[in-house]
């Protein structure tokens, strides 16, 4: 899995907004879909290493490609 340390999560949520996924609900944790895929990204700040890895490798993307989103 990889690691993307360092990542508050509503700058991860609007990285992901780019990257095509809509919130569909939040509570304790924000849930976002492309239609496809659901992900779920937690309120803490920063979002864990290995955390935000698994969430960008579930949404389909590459490490590079989801730090130039950032």
Known sequence: MPKIPGVNH???V???EK?????VRQGKHIV???GIR???IPRSN???TYTMGG????AGLT????RKLL
């Not at 969430?55 to 579930?58: A, F, G, L, R, Y």
């Not at 490490?63 to 989801?66: A, C, G, L, R, S």
């Open 46 to 48: 920063p979002v864990d």
């Open 55 to 58: 969430i960008v490798h579930n």
């Open 63 to 66: 490490v590079e490609k989801f």
């Open 19 to 23: 990257a095509g996924f809509r919130i």
């Open 38 to 40: 659901f992900l779920t």
């Open 14 to 16: 609007s990285a992901l």
């Open 32 to 34: 976002m879909s492309d």
């Open 10 to 12: 509503l700058r991860a």
